[in-house]
Protein backbone atom coordinates (compact mmCIF):
# COMPACT_ATOMS: atom_id res chain seq x y z
CA UNK A 1 0.00 0.00 0.00
CA UNK A 2 3.28 2.18 -0.05
CA UNK A 3 2.75 4.48 2.75
CA UNK A 4 -1.22 5.79 1.68
CA UNK A 5 -3.39 6.65 4.65
CA UNK A 6 -6.67 6.33 4.38
CA UNK A 7 -7.58 9.81 2.82
CA UNK A 8 -5.21 8.80 -0.08
CA UNK A 9 -7.56 6.33 -1.62
CA UNK A 10 -9.80 8.66 -2.31
CA UNK A 11 -9.15 9.59 -6.44
CA UNK A 12 -7.02 12.17 -7.84
CA UNK A 13 -8.10 14.33 -10.74
CA UNK A 14 -6.40 15.59 -13.29
CA UNK A 15 -7.42 17.33 -16.60
CA UNK A 16 -8.21 15.65 -19.71
CA UNK A 17 -8.73 17.19 -23.40
CA UNK A 18 -8.31 15.53 -26.76
CA UNK A 19 -9.51 16.37 -30.33
CA UNK A 20 -11.11 13.86 -32.75
CA UNK A 21 -10.60 14.48 -36.60
CA UNK A 22 -11.30 12.67 -39.57
CA UNK A 23 -8.83 9.04 -39.72
CA UNK A 24 -7.22 10.59 -36.49
CA UNK A 25 -8.45 8.02 -33.26
CA UNK A 26 -7.90 8.77 -29.64
CA UNK A 27 -6.90 6.00 -27.16
CA UNK A 28 -7.26 6.64 -23.69
CA UNK A 29 -4.93 3.46 -22.37
CA UNK A 30 -2.69 4.50 -19.41
CA UNK A 31 -0.64 1.87 -18.22
CA UNK A 32 0.16 1.47 -14.83
CA UNK A 33 0.32 -1.44 -12.87
CA UNK A 34 -0.22 -0.11 -9.39
CA UNK A 35 -2.41 3.24 -10.08
CA UNK A 36 -6.47 2.36 -11.26
CA UNK A 37 -7.53 5.37 -13.97
CA UNK A 38 -11.05 6.59 -15.36
CA UNK A 39 -11.91 8.96 -17.79
CA UNK A 40 -15.08 11.17 -16.47
CA UNK A 41 -16.25 12.82 -19.76
CA UNK A 42 -17.87 16.11 -19.21
CA UNK A 43 -18.35 17.90 -22.69
CA UNK A 44 -18.05 17.35 -26.47
CA UNK A 45 -17.84 20.51 -28.72
CA UNK A 46 -17.10 21.90 -32.13
CA UNK A 47 -14.55 24.01 -33.10
CA UNK A 48 -14.70 27.08 -35.57
CA UNK A 49 -12.91 25.47 -38.16
CA UNK A 50 -15.27 22.55 -37.62
CA UNK A 51 -17.75 22.06 -41.08
CA UNK A 52 -21.52 22.60 -40.47
CA UNK A 53 -22.12 18.38 -40.90
CA UNK A 54 -23.03 16.06 -38.26
CA UNK A 55 -20.58 15.12 -36.03
CA UNK A 56 -20.97 11.31 -34.56
CA UNK A 57 -18.43 10.61 -31.92
CA UNK A 58 -18.02 6.95 -31.16
CA UNK A 59 -16.13 5.02 -28.46
CA UNK A 60 -14.76 1.69 -28.36
CA UNK A 61 -14.39 -0.17 -25.00
CA UNK A 62 -15.70 -3.21 -23.03
CA UNK A 63 -19.07 -4.58 -22.42
CA UNK A 64 -20.26 -6.67 -19.05
CA UNK A 65 -19.74 -9.62 -20.81
CA UNK A 66 -16.10 -8.63 -21.89
CA UNK A 67 -16.57 -8.16 -25.70
CA UNK A 68 -14.73 -5.17 -27.41
CA UNK A 69 -18.14 -2.94 -28.21
CA UNK A 70 -18.62 0.33 -30.24
CA UNK A 71 -21.33 3.15 -28.52
CA UNK A 72 -22.27 6.28 -30.90
CA UNK A 73 -21.87 8.81 -27.79
CA UNK A 74 -23.13 12.14 -29.09
CA UNK A 75 -23.90 14.28 -32.21
CA UNK A 76 -23.05 17.95 -32.62
CA UNK A 77 -23.22 19.87 -35.42
CA UNK A 78 -22.14 23.85 -35.65
CA UNK A 79 -25.21 25.48 -36.69
CA UNK A 80 -27.83 23.30 -34.14
CA UNK A 81 -25.39 22.50 -31.16
CA UNK A 82 -21.97 22.79 -31.19
CA UNK A 83 -21.70 22.18 -27.23
CA UNK A 84 -23.04 19.13 -24.99
CA UNK A 85 -22.95 18.21 -21.73
CA UNK A 86 -22.01 14.66 -21.37
CA UNK A 87 -23.24 14.46 -17.81
CA UNK A 88 -20.07 12.69 -16.18
CA UNK A 89 -19.70 9.48 -18.52
CA UNK A 90 -17.07 6.49 -16.95
CA UNK A 91 -14.85 5.42 -19.13
CA UNK A 92 -12.65 2.56 -18.10
CA UNK A 93 -9.91 1.82 -20.04
CA UNK A 94 -8.86 0.94 -22.87
CA UNK A 95 -10.98 2.87 -24.25
CA UNK A 96 -10.68 4.91 -28.20
CA UNK A 97 -12.53 7.81 -29.24
CA UNK A 98 -13.22 8.15 -32.86
CA UNK A 99 -15.57 9.92 -35.74
CA UNK A 100 -18.07 7.65 -36.89
CA UNK A 101 -19.54 10.29 -39.20
CA UNK A 102 -18.38 14.29 -39.94
CA UNK A 103 -14.44 15.50 -40.47
CA UNK A 104 -14.49 17.34 -36.79
CA UNK A 105 -12.58 18.76 -35.39
CA UNK A 106 -14.50 17.97 -32.38
CA UNK A 107 -12.82 18.53 -28.56
CA UNK A 108 -13.41 16.08 -25.56
CA UNK A 109 -12.84 16.98 -22.23
CA UNK A 110 -13.33 15.80 -18.86
CA UNK A 111 -11.46 14.43 -15.66
CA UNK A 112 -9.05 11.81 -15.78
CA UNK A 113 -9.33 10.12 -12.61
CA UNK A 114 -6.13 7.99 -10.64
CA UNK A 115 -6.75 6.03 -7.47
CA UNK A 116 -5.67 3.05 -6.13
CA UNK A 117 -6.19 -0.04 -7.12
CA UNK A 118 -8.68 -2.29 -5.14
CA UNK A 119 -8.79 -6.14 -5.75
CA UNK A 120 -11.57 -7.22 -7.63
CA UNK A 121 -12.30 -10.34 -8.71
CA UNK A 122 -16.37 -10.99 -9.67
CA UNK A 123 -15.58 -11.56 -13.18
CA UNK A 124 -18.43 -13.11 -15.13
CA UNK A 125 -15.55 -14.56 -17.09
CA UNK A 126 -14.73 -16.89 -13.96
CA UNK B 1 -19.39 -13.94 -0.61
CA UNK B 2 -16.47 -15.03 -2.92
CA UNK B 3 -13.37 -14.13 -1.81
CA UNK B 4 -14.49 -10.49 -1.90
CA UNK B 5 -13.19 -7.76 0.02
CA UNK B 6 -14.99 -4.76 1.43
CA UNK B 7 -13.53 -2.61 -1.94
CA UNK B 8 -15.19 -4.90 -4.16
CA UNK B 9 -18.52 -4.15 -3.26
CA UNK B 10 -18.32 -1.03 -5.15
CA UNK B 11 -20.03 -1.02 -8.66
CA UNK B 12 -17.96 -2.20 -11.36
CA UNK B 13 -18.11 0.30 -14.92
CA UNK B 14 -18.28 -1.44 -18.40
CA UNK B 15 -19.43 0.43 -21.71
CA UNK B 16 -23.16 0.03 -23.17
CA UNK B 17 -24.59 1.12 -26.18
CA UNK B 18 -27.61 0.38 -28.19
CA UNK B 19 -29.42 1.70 -30.83
CA UNK B 20 -33.11 1.92 -31.76
CA UNK B 21 -35.06 2.02 -35.08
CA UNK B 22 -38.43 1.49 -36.24
CA UNK B 23 -39.69 -1.64 -35.18
CA UNK B 24 -36.49 -2.43 -33.03
CA UNK B 25 -37.20 -2.44 -30.10
CA UNK B 26 -33.56 -3.46 -27.41
CA UNK B 27 -34.03 -5.26 -23.87
CA UNK B 28 -31.71 -4.98 -21.45
CA UNK B 29 -31.78 -7.87 -18.76
CA UNK B 30 -28.59 -9.45 -18.21
CA UNK B 31 -29.13 -13.21 -16.65
CA UNK B 32 -27.06 -13.67 -13.62
CA UNK B 33 -28.24 -14.97 -10.07
CA UNK B 34 -25.33 -13.59 -7.94
CA UNK B 35 -24.06 -10.33 -9.67
CA UNK B 36 -27.23 -7.10 -9.48
CA UNK B 37 -27.03 -5.39 -12.80
CA UNK B 38 -27.77 -1.47 -13.52
CA UNK B 39 -27.86 0.89 -16.45
CA UNK B 40 -27.10 4.35 -16.09
CA UNK B 41 -27.86 5.84 -18.91
CA UNK B 42 -25.98 8.81 -20.43
CA UNK B 43 -27.06 10.06 -23.89
CA UNK B 44 -29.32 10.04 -26.75
CA UNK B 45 -28.52 11.13 -29.99
CA UNK B 46 -29.09 10.95 -33.70
CA UNK B 47 -27.59 9.52 -36.62
CA UNK B 48 -26.66 11.13 -40.01
CA UNK B 49 -29.12 8.54 -41.22
CA UNK B 50 -31.96 9.52 -38.74
CA UNK B 51 -35.02 11.22 -41.05
CA UNK B 52 -35.26 14.84 -39.79
CA UNK B 53 -38.71 14.06 -37.92
CA UNK B 54 -39.69 13.81 -33.80
CA UNK B 55 -38.20 10.81 -32.39
CA UNK B 56 -39.08 9.73 -29.18
CA UNK B 57 -37.34 6.51 -27.34
CA UNK B 58 -39.69 5.08 -24.57
CA UNK B 59 -38.79 2.76 -21.79
CA UNK B 60 -41.35 0.07 -20.41
CA UNK B 61 -40.11 -1.27 -17.00
CA UNK B 62 -41.25 -1.60 -13.31
CA UNK B 63 -42.73 0.78 -11.52
CA UNK B 64 -43.20 0.97 -7.50
CA UNK B 65 -46.17 -0.85 -6.93
CA UNK B 66 -44.75 -3.95 -9.39
CA UNK B 67 -46.40 -3.24 -12.71
CA UNK B 68 -45.04 -2.70 -15.61
CA UNK B 69 -45.16 1.02 -16.69
CA UNK B 70 -43.68 2.82 -20.11
CA UNK B 71 -42.41 6.34 -19.70
CA UNK B 72 -41.75 8.42 -22.68
CA UNK B 73 -38.00 9.25 -21.77
CA UNK B 74 -36.19 11.76 -24.65
CA UNK B 75 -37.30 13.78 -27.69
CA UNK B 76 -35.10 14.31 -30.94
CA UNK B 77 -34.92 15.67 -33.98
CA UNK B 78 -31.61 16.31 -35.78
CA UNK B 79 -32.55 19.46 -36.98
CA UNK B 80 -33.47 21.18 -33.55
CA UNK B 81 -31.72 19.48 -30.95
CA UNK B 82 -29.62 16.02 -32.21
CA UNK B 83 -28.29 14.84 -28.54
CA UNK B 84 -29.63 15.08 -25.76
CA UNK B 85 -27.71 14.40 -21.68
CA UNK B 86 -30.02 12.29 -20.12
CA UNK B 87 -28.47 12.65 -16.64
CA UNK B 88 -27.61 9.64 -15.60
CA UNK B 89 -31.37 7.71 -15.54
CA UNK B 90 -31.13 4.44 -13.61
CA UNK B 91 -32.88 1.99 -15.27
CA UNK B 92 -33.27 -1.60 -12.97
CA UNK B 93 -33.73 -4.60 -15.50
CA UNK B 94 -35.31 -6.06 -17.24
CA UNK B 95 -36.58 -3.14 -19.08
CA UNK B 96 -36.71 -2.58 -22.86
CA UNK B 97 -36.46 0.49 -25.18
CA UNK B 98 -38.01 0.92 -28.42
CA UNK B 99 -39.04 4.21 -30.42
CA UNK B 100 -42.99 5.54 -29.53
CA UNK B 101 -42.85 8.07 -32.60
CA UNK B 102 -40.28 8.11 -35.68
CA UNK B 103 -38.10 5.67 -37.25
CA UNK B 104 -34.11 6.16 -35.83
CA UNK B 105 -31.92 5.30 -35.69
CA UNK B 106 -31.61 7.07 -32.54
CA UNK B 107 -28.08 5.97 -30.23
CA UNK B 108 -28.93 5.45 -25.87
CA UNK B 109 -25.38 5.26 -24.30
CA UNK B 110 -24.32 4.65 -20.97
CA UNK B 111 -22.59 2.89 -18.00
CA UNK B 112 -23.32 -0.60 -17.34
CA UNK B 113 -23.05 -1.04 -13.69
CA UNK B 114 -22.50 -4.49 -11.83
CA UNK B 115 -22.64 -4.99 -8.28
CA UNK B 116 -22.29 -8.17 -5.51
CA UNK B 117 -26.10 -8.92 -4.87
CA UNK B 118 -27.78 -7.48 -1.54
CA UNK B 119 -30.74 -8.99 0.16
CA UNK B 120 -33.33 -6.55 -0.20
CA UNK B 121 -36.51 -7.50 0.78
CA UNK B 122 -38.91 -4.77 1.93
CA UNK B 123 -41.24 -4.99 -1.93
CA UNK B 124 -44.41 -3.25 -0.96
CA UNK B 125 -45.75 -6.75 -2.31
CA UNK B 126 -45.43 -8.33 1.13
CA UNK C 1 -36.50 -2.93 10.88
CA UNK C 2 -38.64 -6.08 9.55
CA UNK C 3 -35.14 -7.95 9.48
CA UNK C 4 -33.58 -5.31 7.25
CA UNK C 5 -29.40 -5.95 6.93
CA UNK C 6 -27.96 -2.54 7.09
CA UNK C 7 -27.24 -3.04 2.68
CA UNK C 8 -31.37 -2.50 2.02
CA UNK C 9 -31.51 0.63 3.75
CA UNK C 10 -29.73 1.50 0.06
CA UNK C 11 -33.07 3.02 -1.97
CA UNK C 12 -34.58 0.80 -4.25
CA UNK C 13 -34.68 2.62 -7.79
CA UNK C 14 -38.24 2.08 -9.85
CA UNK C 15 -38.67 3.71 -13.26
CA UNK C 16 -41.48 6.78 -13.35
CA UNK C 17 -43.48 8.19 -15.85
CA UNK C 18 -46.48 10.69 -16.33
CA UNK C 19 -48.05 13.10 -18.86
CA UNK C 20 -49.07 15.88 -18.64
CA UNK C 21 -51.79 17.61 -20.77
CA UNK C 22 -53.93 20.78 -20.36
CA UNK C 23 -56.62 20.28 -17.43
CA UNK C 24 -54.80 17.00 -16.78
CA UNK C 25 -52.69 17.64 -13.37
CA UNK C 26 -50.72 14.38 -11.45
CA UNK C 27 -50.22 14.01 -8.02
CA UNK C 28 -47.15 11.96 -6.71
CA UNK C 29 -48.56 10.98 -3.19
CA UNK C 30 -47.48 7.14 -2.42
CA UNK C 31 -49.56 6.12 0.23
CA UNK C 32 -47.08 4.89 2.39
CA UNK C 33 -46.64 4.66 6.73
CA UNK C 34 -43.46 2.22 6.42
CA UNK C 35 -41.54 3.27 3.60
CA UNK C 36 -40.11 6.82 1.98
CA UNK C 37 -40.47 7.71 -1.12
CA UNK C 38 -38.77 10.23 -3.34
CA UNK C 39 -39.33 11.18 -7.01
CA UNK C 40 -35.60 12.12 -8.94
CA UNK C 41 -36.99 13.53 -12.38
CA UNK C 42 -34.49 13.05 -14.52
CA UNK C 43 -36.32 14.14 -18.18
CA UNK C 44 -38.97 16.23 -19.47
CA UNK C 45 -40.01 16.51 -23.37
CA UNK C 46 -42.19 17.24 -26.20
CA UNK C 47 -44.28 14.23 -27.89
CA UNK C 48 -45.04 14.42 -31.95
CA UNK C 49 -48.71 15.45 -31.13
CA UNK C 50 -47.56 18.43 -29.29
CA UNK C 51 -48.35 22.05 -30.18
CA UNK C 52 -45.66 24.22 -31.52
CA UNK C 53 -45.84 26.85 -28.61
CA UNK C 54 -44.79 27.09 -24.85
CA UNK C 55 -45.40 24.48 -22.53
CA UNK C 56 -44.58 25.29 -18.98
CA UNK C 57 -44.51 22.81 -16.37
CA UNK C 58 -45.40 23.97 -12.88
CA UNK C 59 -44.50 21.93 -9.49
CA UNK C 60 -46.50 22.05 -6.33
CA UNK C 61 -45.03 21.07 -3.31
CA UNK C 62 -43.77 22.27 0.10
CA UNK C 63 -41.04 24.80 1.39
CA UNK C 64 -38.85 25.09 3.86
CA UNK C 65 -41.60 27.01 5.98
CA UNK C 66 -43.91 24.18 5.25
CA UNK C 67 -46.27 26.22 3.18
CA UNK C 68 -47.71 24.90 -0.58
CA UNK C 69 -45.81 26.76 -2.94
CA UNK C 70 -45.71 26.48 -6.81
CA UNK C 71 -42.36 26.58 -8.95
CA UNK C 72 -42.56 27.22 -12.52
CA UNK C 73 -39.74 23.90 -13.58
CA UNK C 74 -39.76 23.90 -17.14
CA UNK C 75 -40.56 25.38 -20.32
CA UNK C 76 -40.59 23.41 -23.82
CA UNK C 77 -41.27 23.94 -27.52
CA UNK C 78 -41.10 21.51 -30.27
CA UNK C 79 -39.86 23.72 -32.58
CA UNK C 80 -37.00 25.12 -29.87
CA UNK C 81 -36.45 22.70 -27.35
CA UNK C 82 -38.01 19.50 -27.29
CA UNK C 83 -36.29 17.97 -24.77
CA UNK C 84 -35.01 18.99 -20.85
CA UNK C 85 -32.05 17.08 -18.84
CA UNK C 86 -33.99 17.78 -15.56
CA UNK C 87 -31.10 17.09 -13.82
CA UNK C 88 -32.07 15.27 -10.94
CA UNK C 89 -34.19 17.55 -9.78
CA UNK C 90 -35.67 15.47 -5.84
CA UNK C 91 -39.22 15.74 -5.37
CA UNK C 92 -40.44 14.80 -1.59
CA UNK C 93 -44.34 13.92 -1.99
CA UNK C 94 -47.01 15.14 -1.70
CA UNK C 95 -46.63 17.10 -5.41
CA UNK C 96 -48.59 18.01 -8.32
CA UNK C 97 -47.30 18.84 -11.59
CA UNK C 98 -49.76 20.58 -13.66
CA UNK C 99 -48.86 22.83 -17.77
CA UNK C 100 -48.72 26.18 -16.19
CA UNK C 101 -49.10 27.37 -19.99
CA UNK C 102 -49.13 25.28 -23.25
CA UNK C 103 -51.89 21.88 -23.70
CA UNK C 104 -49.17 19.80 -23.99
CA UNK C 105 -48.81 16.28 -23.75
CA UNK C 106 -45.21 16.77 -21.60
CA UNK C 107 -43.86 14.12 -20.68
CA UNK C 108 -41.97 13.66 -17.74
CA UNK C 109 -39.92 10.65 -16.67
CA UNK C 110 -37.66 10.16 -13.56
CA UNK C 111 -36.61 7.34 -10.64
CA UNK C 112 -38.80 6.40 -7.95
CA UNK C 113 -36.91 5.98 -5.38
CA UNK C 114 -38.23 4.27 -2.18
CA UNK C 115 -36.15 3.34 1.01
CA UNK C 116 -36.77 2.59 4.80
CA UNK C 117 -38.04 5.59 6.55
CA UNK C 118 -35.91 7.65 8.99
CA UNK C 119 -37.02 9.39 12.11
CA UNK C 120 -36.36 12.90 11.13
CA UNK C 121 -37.75 15.40 13.76
CA UNK C 122 -35.85 19.18 13.38
CA UNK C 123 -38.88 20.76 11.92
CA UNK C 124 -39.13 24.55 11.56
CA UNK C 125 -42.51 24.69 12.95
CA UNK C 126 -41.34 23.02 16.60
CA UNK D 1 -28.93 18.40 19.37
CA UNK D 2 -32.77 18.31 20.27
CA UNK D 3 -32.71 14.61 19.65
CA UNK D 4 -31.85 13.97 16.56
CA UNK D 5 -30.16 10.90 15.98
CA UNK D 6 -27.47 10.25 13.29
CA UNK D 7 -29.91 9.48 10.24
CA UNK D 8 -31.44 13.03 10.69
CA UNK D 9 -28.05 14.32 10.01
CA UNK D 10 -29.00 13.92 6.75
CA UNK D 11 -30.65 16.62 4.46
CA UNK D 12 -34.24 17.21 4.20
CA UNK D 13 -35.30 18.56 0.90
CA UNK D 14 -37.97 21.51 0.01
CA UNK D 15 -38.87 22.90 -3.13
CA UNK D 16 -37.93 26.52 -3.94
CA UNK D 17 -39.23 28.20 -6.71
CA UNK D 18 -39.00 32.28 -7.23
CA UNK D 19 -38.89 34.19 -10.29
CA UNK D 20 -37.31 37.47 -11.47
CA UNK D 21 -38.23 40.48 -13.35
CA UNK D 22 -36.42 43.50 -14.04
CA UNK D 23 -36.32 45.70 -11.10
CA UNK D 24 -37.48 42.84 -8.91
CA UNK D 25 -34.38 40.83 -7.34
CA UNK D 26 -34.55 37.90 -4.92
CA UNK D 27 -33.05 37.06 -1.51
CA UNK D 28 -32.25 33.48 -0.11
CA UNK D 29 -31.17 34.29 3.40
CA UNK D 30 -33.18 32.12 5.66
CA UNK D 31 -32.89 33.09 9.51
CA UNK D 32 -31.75 30.21 11.35
CA UNK D 33 -29.21 29.82 14.16
CA UNK D 34 -29.79 25.51 14.42
CA UNK D 35 -30.02 24.83 11.12
CA UNK D 36 -28.35 24.78 7.66
CA UNK D 37 -29.53 26.28 4.67
CA UNK D 38 -28.36 25.52 1.18
CA UNK D 39 -29.92 26.21 -2.37
CA UNK D 40 -29.91 23.13 -4.95
CA UNK D 41 -30.40 25.38 -8.22
CA UNK D 42 -31.62 22.89 -10.72
CA UNK D 43 -33.55 24.86 -13.60
CA UNK D 44 -33.77 28.14 -15.31
CA UNK D 45 -36.60 28.81 -17.61
CA UNK D 46 -38.32 31.48 -19.37
CA UNK D 47 -42.66 32.23 -19.32
CA UNK D 48 -44.41 32.66 -22.07
CA UNK D 49 -44.83 36.46 -21.65
CA UNK D 50 -41.54 36.61 -21.49
CA UNK D 51 -39.98 39.00 -24.20
CA UNK D 52 -37.66 37.21 -27.43
CA UNK D 53 -34.52 39.10 -25.62
CA UNK D 54 -31.50 37.79 -23.92
CA UNK D 55 -32.30 37.03 -20.16
CA UNK D 56 -28.90 36.90 -18.24
CA UNK D 57 -29.67 35.99 -14.20
CA UNK D 58 -26.96 37.01 -11.90
CA UNK D 59 -26.49 35.79 -8.30
CA UNK D 60 -24.52 38.08 -5.46
CA UNK D 61 -23.18 35.81 -2.91
CA UNK D 62 -19.35 35.40 -1.00
CA UNK D 63 -16.33 34.24 -2.52
CA UNK D 64 -14.08 31.96 -0.77
CA UNK D 65 -12.21 35.34 0.71
CA UNK D 66 -14.90 36.41 2.30
CA UNK D 67 -15.84 39.31 -0.44
CA UNK D 68 -19.05 39.86 -1.93
CA UNK D 69 -19.08 38.82 -5.79
CA UNK D 70 -21.44 39.04 -8.34
CA UNK D 71 -21.64 35.91 -11.08
CA UNK D 72 -23.22 35.71 -14.12
CA UNK D 73 -24.98 32.66 -14.47
CA UNK D 74 -26.83 31.68 -17.04
CA UNK D 75 -28.44 33.32 -20.16
CA UNK D 76 -31.90 32.66 -22.19
CA UNK D 77 -34.17 33.71 -24.56
CA UNK D 78 -37.39 32.09 -25.33
CA UNK D 79 -36.68 31.50 -29.57
CA UNK D 80 -32.91 30.18 -28.81
CA UNK D 81 -33.34 28.26 -25.46
CA UNK D 82 -36.27 28.47 -23.19
CA UNK D 83 -34.62 26.43 -20.68
CA UNK D 84 -31.57 25.47 -19.10
CA UNK D 85 -30.10 22.73 -16.88
CA UNK D 86 -28.39 24.55 -13.65
CA UNK D 87 -26.64 21.07 -12.82
CA UNK D 88 -27.09 21.63 -9.07
CA UNK D 89 -25.86 24.68 -8.18
CA UNK D 90 -25.43 25.14 -4.48
CA UNK D 91 -25.90 28.19 -3.33
CA UNK D 92 -24.93 29.00 0.24
CA UNK D 93 -26.86 31.82 1.71
CA UNK D 94 -26.97 34.95 2.13
CA UNK D 95 -27.45 35.46 -1.84
CA UNK D 96 -29.04 37.85 -3.73
CA UNK D 97 -30.71 36.91 -7.46
CA UNK D 98 -31.78 39.64 -10.38
CA UNK D 99 -31.87 40.05 -14.09
CA UNK D 100 -28.55 41.70 -15.21
CA UNK D 101 -29.45 41.81 -18.53
CA UNK D 102 -33.19 41.74 -20.02
CA UNK D 103 -36.94 41.98 -18.41
CA UNK D 104 -38.07 38.23 -17.69
CA UNK D 105 -40.41 36.75 -15.82
CA UNK D 106 -37.48 33.91 -15.24
CA UNK D 107 -38.17 31.36 -13.17
CA UNK D 108 -35.23 29.72 -10.95
CA UNK D 109 -36.78 26.23 -9.36
CA UNK D 110 -34.53 23.87 -6.93
CA UNK D 111 -34.18 21.96 -3.51
CA UNK D 112 -34.03 23.82 -0.14
CA UNK D 113 -31.78 21.55 1.66
CA UNK D 114 -32.45 21.65 5.52
CA UNK D 115 -29.96 20.32 7.82
CA UNK D 116 -28.28 20.56 11.28
CA UNK D 117 -25.51 22.98 11.51
CA UNK D 118 -22.26 21.19 11.87
CA UNK D 119 -18.86 23.18 13.56
CA UNK D 120 -16.63 24.89 10.89
CA UNK D 121 -14.09 27.05 11.90
CA UNK D 122 -11.23 27.21 8.89
CA UNK D 123 -11.93 30.49 8.09
CA UNK D 124 -9.49 32.00 5.73
CA UNK D 125 -9.67 35.60 7.78
CA UNK D 126 -8.81 33.32 10.97
CA UNK E 1 -5.70 19.68 12.80
CA UNK E 2 -6.16 23.45 13.96
CA UNK E 3 -9.09 22.24 16.00
CA UNK E 4 -11.06 21.05 13.49
CA UNK E 5 -13.32 18.22 14.14
CA UNK E 6 -14.42 15.73 11.89
CA UNK E 7 -17.62 17.27 9.96
CA UNK E 8 -14.88 20.61 9.16
CA UNK E 9 -13.25 17.82 6.71
CA UNK E 10 -16.41 18.42 4.98
CA UNK E 11 -16.48 20.74 1.67
CA UNK E 12 -16.80 24.63 2.66
CA UNK E 13 -18.78 26.10 -1.25
CA UNK E 14 -17.99 29.75 -2.22
CA UNK E 15 -19.10 31.22 -5.07
CA UNK E 16 -17.45 31.66 -7.92
CA UNK E 17 -17.88 33.86 -11.13
CA UNK E 18 -15.22 35.24 -14.00
CA UNK E 19 -15.51 36.77 -17.23
CA UNK E 20 -13.56 36.00 -20.49
CA UNK E 21 -12.83 38.43 -23.20
CA UNK E 22 -9.81 38.39 -25.85
CA UNK E 23 -6.86 38.82 -24.35
CA UNK E 24 -8.22 38.59 -20.75
CA UNK E 25 -7.36 35.23 -19.47
CA UNK E 26 -8.25 34.41 -15.81
CA UNK E 27 -5.98 32.68 -13.40
CA UNK E 28 -7.53 30.06 -10.69
CA UNK E 29 -4.43 29.27 -8.68
CA UNK E 30 -5.40 30.17 -4.58
CA UNK E 31 -2.29 30.60 -2.50
CA UNK E 32 -2.45 28.34 0.32
CA UNK E 33 -0.60 26.06 2.20
CA UNK E 34 -2.80 24.50 4.87
CA UNK E 35 -6.34 24.25 2.72
CA UNK E 36 -7.03 22.82 -0.32
CA UNK E 37 -8.64 24.21 -2.79
CA UNK E 38 -11.32 22.90 -5.94
CA UNK E 39 -13.44 24.66 -8.21
CA UNK E 40 -16.65 22.98 -9.74
CA UNK E 41 -17.87 24.72 -12.69
CA UNK E 42 -21.51 24.92 -13.53
CA UNK E 43 -22.07 26.78 -15.99
CA UNK E 44 -20.85 28.92 -19.23
CA UNK E 45 -22.82 31.77 -20.62
CA UNK E 46 -22.90 34.63 -23.24
CA UNK E 47 -23.45 38.40 -22.79
CA UNK E 48 -25.96 40.59 -24.49
CA UNK E 49 -22.98 42.37 -26.03
CA UNK E 50 -21.23 38.85 -27.39
CA UNK E 51 -20.74 39.52 -30.62
CA UNK E 52 -22.69 36.39 -32.50
CA UNK E 53 -19.57 34.36 -33.72
CA UNK E 54 -18.11 30.84 -31.86
CA UNK E 55 -16.30 31.62 -28.94
CA UNK E 56 -14.32 28.75 -27.74
CA UNK E 57 -13.32 28.20 -23.80
CA UNK E 58 -9.68 26.93 -23.04
CA UNK E 59 -8.42 25.43 -19.88
CA UNK E 60 -5.04 24.91 -19.27
CA UNK E 61 -4.28 22.68 -16.51
CA UNK E 62 -2.28 19.82 -15.20
CA UNK E 63 -2.73 16.21 -16.90
CA UNK E 64 -2.20 13.25 -15.12
CA UNK E 65 1.79 12.72 -16.13
CA UNK E 66 2.17 16.37 -14.47
CA UNK E 67 2.78 17.76 -17.95
CA UNK E 68 0.67 21.08 -18.43
CA UNK E 69 -2.17 21.08 -21.01
CA UNK E 70 -4.68 22.83 -22.82
CA UNK E 71 -8.12 21.01 -23.15
CA UNK E 72 -10.64 23.33 -25.37
CA UNK E 73 -13.79 23.22 -23.18
CA UNK E 74 -17.20 24.41 -24.43
CA UNK E 75 -18.19 26.24 -27.31
CA UNK E 76 -20.97 28.86 -26.97
CA UNK E 77 -22.68 31.09 -29.61
CA UNK E 78 -25.54 33.86 -28.89
CA UNK E 79 -27.83 32.76 -31.75
CA UNK E 80 -27.34 29.20 -31.33
CA UNK E 81 -26.60 28.30 -27.91
CA UNK E 82 -26.47 30.85 -25.33
CA UNK E 83 -26.18 28.97 -22.14
CA UNK E 84 -24.18 25.75 -21.40
CA UNK E 85 -24.73 23.65 -17.89
CA UNK E 86 -20.44 22.40 -17.79
CA UNK E 87 -21.94 19.44 -15.43
CA UNK E 88 -19.54 20.13 -12.51
CA UNK E 89 -16.68 19.83 -14.28
CA UNK E 90 -13.84 19.77 -11.31
CA UNK E 91 -10.63 22.17 -12.05
CA UNK E 92 -7.68 21.48 -9.88
CA UNK E 93 -5.57 24.74 -9.48
CA UNK E 94 -3.42 25.90 -11.11
CA UNK E 95 -5.59 26.74 -14.07
CA UNK E 96 -6.22 28.95 -16.44
CA UNK E 97 -8.68 29.92 -18.71
CA UNK E 98 -9.12 31.84 -21.27
CA UNK E 99 -11.01 32.52 -25.49
CA UNK E 100 -9.10 30.29 -28.12
CA UNK E 101 -11.85 31.53 -30.25
CA UNK E 102 -14.58 34.37 -30.20
CA UNK E 103 -13.92 37.34 -28.56
CA UNK E 104 -16.58 37.20 -25.86
CA UNK E 105 -17.62 38.55 -22.89
CA UNK E 106 -18.19 34.59 -22.16
CA UNK E 107 -18.99 34.17 -18.23
CA UNK E 108 -17.82 31.17 -16.13
CA UNK E 109 -20.15 30.43 -13.04
CA UNK E 110 -19.55 27.43 -10.20
CA UNK E 111 -18.83 26.56 -6.99
CA UNK E 112 -15.52 27.49 -4.83
CA UNK E 113 -14.93 24.19 -2.89
CA UNK E 114 -12.33 24.34 0.13
CA UNK E 115 -11.32 21.56 1.97
CA UNK E 116 -8.63 20.91 4.95
CA UNK E 117 -5.63 19.17 2.87
CA UNK E 118 -5.25 15.64 2.54
CA UNK E 119 -1.54 13.94 2.11
CA UNK E 120 -1.30 12.46 -1.15
CA UNK E 121 1.42 11.14 -2.21
CA UNK E 122 1.53 8.22 -4.85
CA UNK E 123 2.35 11.08 -7.45
CA UNK E 124 3.63 8.70 -10.87
CA UNK E 125 6.48 10.75 -10.91
CA UNK E 126 7.72 9.12 -7.67
Same mark, same amino acid.
Given at each position: MNGLDEESLAPQTFLYGCTLEAGKEVTFSPEDHELEHQLDLKLACVDP &???DELNLVEVEGQDAEGQKIKAALVSLK? &???PSVCLGGFTITPPAVFRLKAGSGPIHLSGQHLVMMETEQSFDEDD
Amino acid at each position: MNGLDEESLAPQTFLYGCTLEAGKEVTFSPEDHELEHQLDLKLACVDP &STKDELNLVEVEGQDAEGQKIKAALVSLKP &STLPSVCLGGFTITPPAVFRLKAGSGPIHLSGQHLVMMETEQSFDEDD
